[in-house]
């Protein structure tokens, strides 16, 4: 029987985190995940059914992880409804999501381990598909410019200017970044009739 | 000495390009990239310095393997310079990446390597700057619609496409995914005055 204590369950999921970051997705054992969530060896074995259960619930995590809080949704529902704002948000997400580093090298460490195991592709592709269109309906209920081209499009830039910051840091500088989030939401956003 | 046999060194770094996207950068060793190319044992430690070599020259080799061939580059000079070429190639390079799949997965793993790596992580960030200011400069002398910015754009924006397709082939379908890299273009390539 898997225990019940979601504490214990939650401190694991994080070790399997810092782990998929620091050592790759092969270095992810339940060994090496007992020993960063400094428990005894074969505490993971009692919470997780397999390999595939450990590696599709650090994936959850992350994105559970990545939630702004209550106060930020507030914050950026109360603010205008234009373009600098509109930008100035996906500076501040971007910024999230860099902050938490090794949850996002984690998530692409499970993008490359997917390609080699079909149940957690399957897992994978429905968290990451429910995420773009819950951006995608939550863009359309807050009434900022741009269609739901544009947050997928948006969708595309950032990830890979993330994956450009946390990997290779100095191939853009910091203004660069900043300045092509803000010209990919300016014209990302600007949906022209076939310009001659 | 390092042996000269240029041949022999190409079919070791193809074999490692093979074992990175396959088993990962933890599972590239002389002995799996010896075992990939038909080789003897040994063989690999006698071409390449070190790991970090190993690594870097297979990076180098992936954008060799993706550079168009003299007929491609010669249709695309002879093309028009509207918008609709410029989507049409856009279209045709994610093809081109996407179906040299195992060279794009490879530089994914070298990425993740590149944040435990200090050296190789420099010679990457060369290689992405160097490939990326000739993207720039190569547009800017065909005379396709865009300006730097745009280029930028939809390098970050096509990158993160082909990492979806190669990864979790099913979070967007083919047609959604050509739809996008049309829309990328179209939008990208408009900068549009300060829109009210």
Known sequence: MVRRNDERRAALVDGAIEVLARE??????????????GV??????NYFANRDDLLTQAGARV??????????VARQR??????ETYAALMRELVGRISDFRTGYLALLELRLEA???PQLRKVLTEQVRADLWANVAYHEESGLPGDATAVQL???TLNWLIVE?????????????????????ERLTTSLPHPG
Chains 1, 2 share one sequence.
């Open 154 to 156: 948006l969708y595309l």
């Open 115 to 117: 390609t080699r195991r």
């Open 63 to 72: 994105y559970e992880r990545l939630q702004p809080d209550e106060a930020t």
């Open 165 to 185: 910051q946390l990997t290779l840091p100095d191939v853009l500088s910091e203004a660069e970044r900043e300045r092509l989030v803000t010209a990919a939401v």
């Open 40 to 45: 005894p060896a074969g505490t993971a074995s």
């Open 24 to 37: 790759g997705a092969r270095g992810l054992t339940f060994r090496a995940v007992d020993a960063e969530a």
């Open 78 to 83: 109360a603010s205008t409804r234009d373009r």
